[in-house]
T-cell receptor
Framework: NAGVTQTPKFQVLKTGQSMTLQCAQDMNHEYMSWYRQDPGMGLRLIHYSVGAGITDQGEVPNGYNVSRSTTEDFPLRLLSAAPSQTSVYFC?????????????FGPGTRLTVT | KNEVEQSPQNLTAQEGEFITINCSYSVGISALHWLQQHPGGGIVSLFMLSSGKKKHGRLIATINIQEKHSSLHITASHPRDSAVYICAVQRGADGLTFGKGTHLIIQP
């Protein structure tokens, strides 16, 4: 299994540009989530999904959209990038019931908005 | 006040010492996670607890649900244990709420 994969690993955007951070998992996990990590703030939840077709907002959802059309993929869209969105973004997945309930994290995407 | 508080924020110890990192939380939870983040940035799940105690190698995690407190212990610490250790709580089907992490440095 590849686990949780994220692309790209690094990205530089100009203010106002849009882009999509990709996240995929091959473990048939129901739960998927996006977090951002900022110095001194710890990790914060942006959006999460409990299954295909179901998404919900986390602590810091403004400026981001998500969709979950398949179990495997959970892309995060930045609609109009702002310097405040400069951060490291992590995608994570886990089983809903049965199996190992631990969270599996992707390697992260380091985003800089200038 | 943060829902998840960790202490200490920074810890430097000598190789071989017994390490304790504490986590307190203020909300009802379904589970508590301990995570490790190395300088390269990757995050690895160490434990998921809903009660009692778990042990994996030199790592031990405990949780007291009534006191809303968990501890992560490292026995016979080694420089390769140097990392950021993060406590996170889970409430039902929601995503995780994280502490700010404990920066651990083990000196040879």
């Amino acid at each position: 299994n590849a686990g949780v994969t994220q692309t790209p690993k690094f990205q530089v955007l100009k203010t106002g540009q849009s882009m999509t951070l990709q996240c995929a998992q091959d473990m048939n996990h129901e739960y998927m989530s996006w977090y951002r990590q900022d110095p001194g703030m710890g990790l914060r939840l942006i959006h999460y999904s409990v299954g295909a077709g179901i998404t919900d907002q986390g602590e810091v959802p403004n400026g981001y959209n998500v969709s979950r059309s398949t179990t495997e993929d959970f892309p995060l869209r930045l609609l109009s990038a702002a310097p405040s969105q400069t951060s490291v973004y992590f995608c994570a997945s886990s089983k809903r019931a049965g199996g190992r309930p631990e969270q599996y994290f992707g390697p992260g995407t380091r985003l800089t908005v200038t | 006040k943060n829902e998840v508080e960790q202490s200490p924020q920074n810890l430097t110890a000598q190789e071989g010492e017994f390490i304790t990192i504490n986590c307190s939380y203020s909300v009802g939870i379904s589970a508590l996670h301990w995570l490790q983040q190395h300088p390269g940035g990757g995050i690895v799940s160490l434990f998921m607890l809903s009660s009692g105690k778990k042990k994996h190698g030199r790592l031990i995690a405990t949780i007291n649900i009534q006191e809303k407190h968990s501890s992560l212990h490292i026995t016979a610490s080694h420089p390769r244990d140097s990392a950021v250790y993060i406590c996170a709580v889970q409430r039902g089907a929601d995503g995780l709420t994280f502490g700010k992490g404990t920066h651990l440095i083990i000196q040879p």
